[in-house]
């Protein structure tokens, strides 16, 4: 107990004449060692009954405040351990502040810096220590990303512009009923031609930036506006304003005024081409016209002169012992369809594509341009759509062991000549579909089959059906073929 606390509780007791002991109580640490080592447990005791990790122990009883964790942590260490060593836990805490405020207020001697020896001139060295490099790579860093921002930036900022190579003059005068423009711009971008009438044109740069795209001309003045747009940053060029002037007729003094007429409406059909030959029933309709409207008519002329009759049913033949059995008559087509696919297309920047849905067989197709005031134009197509070829597969049976009853349905008809009579031991027979195989026999374990020149093995049990398929073994039929 401190001296001040016996003043303080001396005085409170009535007791403050008694004279003061004035000895200076031993640090705190000291107090903890000492009443530790007369309960008679070491360190190791002290940590498993208190639960205070070792280190924190030791570091109390050193006097090593710095070792320990926060102050309110210090305290609740410091009153455990008190209450275990028998101590008074209030003083310990009191004089624990006492020496920490100590610690706070004392007086550091203030050590002068020994006197930097004297360097001669032109002889000092630059030093490059771990630090400067990492600065220096920092500083490389950072110069980068800024230039990486700028160039980002001016990219950004910088607008796509358009230039015309042809005409090479923005106010020009041509002697034609169309002109393809020429020009420059970014890599990529996105041309906007907007005609005298409002009709627009579009076309888009090459990787070099060069760009074309043919216009109709009118008669008279034609004003045209170009603008790109840049693929990345969707930004516009400045408009690029053109003027295109078409001579008007000359008229004689004297001789009545003529109008020339408007230009005939032209036509170019990119596909199909005449005589068309395909498997596929979707077939595209392309090309440009300087018309507004393009209808497209069909007409069913025939059946496919390429397309392959229709295949019978399914043949079953047998080895030379037992007589071939007859092919089946074949199963007549679907009739062709009243109504063939047609289309009726407006056409906003002269070019046009449109896909229709043919049945099998031969069409001729009629494309006609429309435009207001002048003659159609149109033009006739032949088309074969053809019948896409089936894939068979063959079914080989084999008899071995006795005579049993065979009957074979190929897709669901019965296969001449295995109609469910009797078959002979060493008889083997082949037949094709386009799908499956339903057997059905007395005896499964006298029948061997092969799907496709892949041996499936006998069947096996007793009577029986089963389904053959491609790709899986042969499964029990739901139903008696």
């Known amino acids: 107990m401190t001296a001040r606390h016996q003043l303080r509780l001396g005085k409170r007791l009535g007791r403050d004449r008694n004279p003061i ?12 060692q000492l009443a530790r080592e007369r309960k008679g447990v070491d360190l190791y005791r002290a940590e498993r009954d208190t639960k205070i990790r070792l280190r924190y122990l030791a570091a109390l009883e050193d006097g090593d405040w710095d070792e320990l964790p926060a102050p309110v942590y210090t305290k609740g260490f410091l009153r455990n351990y008190a209450i275990y060593l028998g101590l008074e836990p209030e003083e310990i805490l009191d004089r624990w502040r006492e020496e920490m405020e100590q610690m706070r207020t004392a007086t550091r001697v203030a050590v002068a810096p020994p006197p930097m020896p004297l360097a001669e001139p032109g002889g000092r060295r630059l030093t490059v220590s771990p630090a400067m490099i990492v600065a220096g790579l920092v500083a490389v860093g950072i110069i980068l990303f800024v230039g990486y921002l700028g160039v980002q930036f001016l990219r950004f900022v910088n607008v796509t512009e358009v230039s015309l ?5 923005v106010v020009s005068t041509l002697d034609a009923q169309q002109v393809t423009l020429q020009g420059s711009a970014g890599r990529g971008a996105l041309i906007s031609i907007t005609g005298p009438d409002g009709t627009p044109y579009s076309t888009t740069a090459d990787e070099s930036g060069n760009w074309t795209r043919q ?12 603008i790109a747009t840049d693929p990345v940053t969707q930004r516009d060029s400045t408009p690029l304003q053109l003027t295109i002037f078409v001579p008007l007729p000359s008229v004689s003094p004297g001789a009545p005024a003529t109008i020339a007429p408007p230009p005939p409406i032209t036509m170019t059909l990119f596909g199909p081409t005449n005589g068309f030959m395909t498997t596929d029933p979707n077939v595209t ?3 440009t016209t300087t018309g507004t409207r393009i209808t497209i008519g069909t007409t069913y002329v025939g059946a496919s002169p390429t397309t392959p009759a229709p295949s019978g049913l399914p043949v079953a033949s047998a080895s030379p012992s037992v007589a071939p059995h007859a092919s089946s008559t074949p199963v007549p087509s679907a009739p062709p369809p009243l109504v063939g696919p047609s289309a009726d297309l407006t056409v906003t920047s002269g070019a046009f594509s449109q896909a229709l849905v043919f049945p099998v067989g031969h069409w001729r197709a009629t494309v006609t341009s429309y435009a207001s005031g002048l003659s159609p134009v149109a033009q006739d197509v032949e088309i074969l759509v053809q019948q896409p070829p089936v894939t068979l597969i063959h079914l080989n049976v084999f008899i071995a062991g006795k005579r049993v009853t ?31 195989f339903c057997l059905r026999t007395s005896r499964g374990a006298a029948v ?9 093995g006998l069947l096996g049990g007793g009577p029986g059906s089963w389904i053959i398929k491609p790709g899986q073994d042969p499964q029990p039929a739901p139903s008696p073929c």
Request: charged letters at 15%.
């Open 285 to 287: 309709f392309s090309g």
């Open 165 to 169: 190579t042809y005409p090479s003059n």
């Open 448 to 456: 061997s089959v092969t799907l496709d020149n892949t041996p499936l």
């Open 406 to 436: 065979l009957r074979v349905l190929a897709d669901g008809v019965p296969v001449p000549g295995l109609e469910g009579g009797p078959v002979n031991d060493g008889d083997q027979f082949s037949a094709t579909a386009t799908s499956e």
């Open 215 to 226: 216009v109709p001309l009118a008669r008279g003045r034609n004003n045209f506006t170009v």
């Open 21 to 32: 002991d004035a000895t200076p109580a031993p640090p705190v640490g000291e107090t903890l």
